[in-house]
Protein backbone atom coordinates (compact mmCIF):
# COMPACT_ATOMS: atom_id res chain seq x y z
CA UNK A 1 0.00 0.00 0.00
CA UNK A 2 1.17 3.48 -0.50
CA UNK A 3 0.20 6.83 0.24
CA UNK A 4 1.30 9.07 -2.72
CA UNK A 5 5.11 8.27 -2.76
CA UNK A 6 5.09 6.50 0.52
CA UNK A 7 5.24 3.02 1.46
CA UNK A 8 2.66 2.40 4.14
CA UNK A 9 2.64 -0.24 6.82
CA UNK A 10 -1.07 -2.15 8.30
CA UNK A 11 -1.72 0.23 10.99
CA UNK A 12 -2.21 -2.89 13.34
CA UNK A 13 2.09 -3.21 12.93
CA UNK A 14 3.18 -0.14 13.89
CA UNK A 15 1.37 1.23 16.66
CA UNK A 16 4.56 2.87 17.56
CA UNK A 17 3.52 5.38 14.19
CA UNK A 18 0.35 6.96 15.79
CA UNK A 19 -0.65 8.43 19.29
CA UNK A 20 -1.94 6.50 22.16
CA UNK A 21 -5.11 6.95 22.37
CA UNK A 22 -5.43 6.06 18.35
CA UNK A 23 -3.56 2.71 18.82
CA UNK A 24 -6.47 2.41 21.93
CA UNK A 25 -9.41 2.90 19.32
CA UNK A 26 -8.07 0.67 16.32
CA UNK A 27 -7.42 -2.01 18.80
CA UNK A 28 -10.81 -1.75 20.10
CA UNK A 29 -12.31 -0.91 16.96
CA UNK A 30 -15.51 -2.64 16.19
CA UNK A 31 -16.86 -0.98 12.83
CA UNK A 32 -18.07 -2.75 9.49
CA UNK A 33 -14.91 -0.83 8.23
CA UNK A 34 -11.84 -3.67 9.56
CA UNK A 35 -8.63 -2.00 10.75
CA UNK A 36 -6.72 -4.08 8.45
CA UNK A 37 -8.24 -1.42 5.84
CA UNK A 38 -6.70 1.31 7.50
CA UNK A 39 -2.47 2.32 6.88
CA UNK A 40 -0.05 4.52 8.29
CA UNK A 41 3.44 5.76 7.15
CA UNK A 42 5.83 7.66 8.46
CA UNK A 43 6.58 11.62 7.58
CA UNK A 44 9.09 14.04 7.84
CA UNK A 45 7.33 16.11 11.01
CA UNK A 46 8.39 18.75 9.59
CA UNK A 47 5.59 18.59 7.00
CA UNK A 48 2.81 17.59 8.95
CA UNK A 49 0.87 20.77 7.91
CA UNK A 50 -1.33 19.21 4.69
CA UNK A 51 -0.29 21.93 1.98
CA UNK A 52 3.18 20.93 2.96
CA UNK A 53 2.68 16.89 2.78
CA UNK A 54 0.50 16.52 0.08
CA UNK A 55 3.20 18.87 -1.68
CA UNK A 56 5.91 16.88 -0.85
CA UNK A 57 4.43 13.14 -1.06
CA UNK A 58 2.19 13.58 -3.85
CA UNK A 59 -1.47 13.59 -2.49
CA UNK A 60 -4.04 15.48 -4.22
CA UNK A 61 -5.16 17.67 -1.52
CA UNK A 62 -8.82 16.91 -2.56
CA UNK A 63 -7.57 12.82 -0.56
CA UNK A 64 -6.32 14.83 2.72
CA UNK A 65 -8.42 15.45 5.22
CA UNK A 66 -7.84 18.19 7.98
CA UNK A 67 -9.17 17.26 11.24
CA UNK A 68 -9.75 21.02 13.91
CA UNK A 69 -11.14 20.77 16.79
CA UNK A 70 -13.77 23.40 18.17
CA UNK A 71 -14.85 25.00 21.78
CA UNK A 72 -18.23 25.34 21.58
CA UNK A 73 -20.03 27.19 24.84
CA UNK A 74 -23.92 27.36 25.97
CA UNK A 75 -25.07 28.40 28.98
CA UNK A 76 -22.14 28.51 31.34
CA UNK A 77 -21.47 24.64 29.94
CA UNK A 78 -18.29 23.83 27.59
CA UNK A 79 -17.42 21.09 24.99
CA UNK A 80 -14.68 20.29 22.53
CA UNK A 81 -15.83 18.79 18.87
CA UNK A 82 -14.26 17.70 15.90
CA UNK A 83 -14.48 18.82 12.69
CA UNK A 84 -13.27 16.38 9.76
CA UNK A 85 -13.30 17.98 5.99
CA UNK A 86 -11.38 17.79 2.92
CA UNK A 87 -8.16 19.26 2.74
CA UNK A 88 -9.63 21.91 -0.63
CA UNK A 89 -12.64 23.12 1.68
CA UNK A 90 -13.16 25.12 4.93
CA UNK A 91 -15.38 23.76 8.12
CA UNK A 92 -18.05 25.51 8.22
CA UNK A 93 -17.66 26.73 12.18
CA UNK A 94 -19.83 29.60 12.48
CA UNK A 95 -22.69 27.89 10.49
CA UNK A 96 -23.64 24.63 9.91
CA UNK A 97 -21.17 23.21 13.14
CA UNK A 98 -22.23 25.67 15.21
CA UNK A 99 -26.34 24.57 14.84
CA UNK A 100 -25.62 21.20 15.11
CA UNK A 101 -23.74 21.34 17.81
CA UNK A 102 -26.47 23.22 19.53
CA UNK A 103 -23.55 25.64 20.67
CA UNK A 104 -24.00 30.05 21.48
CA UNK A 105 -20.52 30.16 20.96
CA UNK A 106 -18.17 28.76 19.15
CA UNK A 107 -14.32 29.13 18.00
CA UNK A 108 -11.40 26.95 17.29
CA UNK A 109 -9.97 25.17 20.27
CA UNK A 110 -6.58 26.65 21.19
CA UNK A 111 -3.60 24.60 20.26
CA UNK A 112 -2.69 23.94 24.26
CA UNK A 113 -6.11 22.94 25.32
CA UNK A 114 -6.89 21.26 22.06
CA UNK A 115 -3.54 19.17 22.20
CA UNK A 116 -4.09 18.68 26.25
CA UNK A 117 -7.70 17.26 25.57
CA UNK A 118 -7.07 14.95 22.69
CA UNK A 119 -4.16 13.82 23.87
CA UNK A 120 -2.28 14.39 20.39
CA UNK A 121 0.00 16.11 18.88
CA UNK A 122 -0.62 19.84 17.24
CA UNK A 123 -0.25 19.32 13.37
CA UNK A 124 -1.39 15.27 14.07
CA UNK A 125 -4.51 15.63 15.61
CA UNK A 126 -7.06 12.79 13.87
CA UNK A 127 -10.37 11.97 14.68
CA UNK A 128 -9.45 8.54 15.83
CA UNK A 129 -9.12 8.14 19.58
CA UNK A 130 -10.60 11.16 20.71
CA UNK A 131 -12.67 11.13 23.87
CA UNK A 132 -15.79 8.76 23.03
CA UNK A 133 -17.74 12.31 24.91
CA UNK A 134 -16.94 14.69 22.15
CA UNK A 135 -19.15 15.08 19.03
CA UNK A 136 -17.32 14.35 15.77
CA UNK A 137 -18.91 15.92 12.73
CA UNK A 138 -17.67 14.57 9.11
CA UNK A 139 -18.30 16.09 6.00
CA UNK A 140 -20.50 13.89 3.67
CA UNK A 141 -17.43 13.74 0.85
CA UNK A 142 -14.75 12.77 3.42
CA UNK A 143 -16.98 10.12 4.31
CA UNK A 144 -17.35 9.18 0.86
CA UNK A 145 -14.23 9.21 0.21
CA UNK A 146 -12.63 5.57 -0.91
CA UNK A 147 -9.61 6.18 0.68
CA UNK A 148 -8.19 9.33 2.27
CA UNK A 149 -5.56 10.42 4.31
CA UNK A 150 -5.34 12.13 7.86
CA UNK A 151 -3.38 12.50 10.97
CA UNK A 152 -2.16 9.91 13.31
CA UNK A 153 -2.18 11.91 16.40
CA UNK A 154 1.35 12.39 15.68
CA UNK A 155 3.38 14.54 13.51
CA UNK A 156 5.66 12.32 12.28
CA UNK A 157 3.09 9.98 10.58
CA UNK A 158 -0.09 9.96 8.03
CA UNK A 159 -2.86 7.26 8.02
CA UNK A 160 -4.62 6.27 5.11
CA UNK A 161 -8.25 4.82 5.35
CA UNK A 162 -11.61 4.34 3.72
CA UNK A 163 -13.72 7.37 4.52
CA UNK A 164 -16.52 5.37 5.93
CA UNK A 165 -14.64 4.11 8.43
CA UNK A 166 -14.73 8.01 10.08
CA UNK A 167 -18.51 7.67 9.74
CA UNK A 168 -18.37 4.71 12.16
CA UNK A 169 -16.44 6.44 15.15
CA UNK A 170 -18.63 7.09 18.47
CA UNK A 171 -20.42 10.20 18.17
CA UNK A 172 -19.53 10.47 14.23
CA UNK A 173 -22.13 12.55 12.54
CA UNK A 174 -22.30 13.00 8.64
CA UNK A 175 -23.00 16.19 7.64
CA UNK A 176 -23.60 17.03 3.78
CA UNK A 177 -22.06 20.70 3.20
CA UNK A 178 -19.83 20.75 6.64
CA UNK A 179 -16.82 21.40 4.21
CA UNK A 180 -17.16 25.00 2.03
CA UNK A 181 -15.33 25.62 -0.86
CA UNK A 182 -11.81 27.41 0.57
CA UNK A 183 -11.29 31.19 -0.71
CA UNK A 184 -8.78 31.60 -3.43
CA UNK A 185 -6.04 34.08 -3.25
CA UNK A 186 -7.41 36.83 -4.70
CA UNK A 187 -11.13 36.21 -4.75
Known sequence: MTIGTLDAQPIRARPDLVAVPVAAAVEAWSGAVSPDAMFVAEIDPQLADTQAFCARYGVPMDRSANCVILAARREGRSWFAACVVLATTRADVNGLAKRQLGASKISFASMD?????????????????????????????????????????????????????????????VLEGLGRPAATDGA
Do not use: C, H, Q
Request: a negative charge; charged letters at 15%; proline letters at 8%.
Open 113 to 173: AATAASEMEFGGITPIGLPVEWPILIDAAVAAADRVVVGSGLRRSKISLPGAALAELPNAV
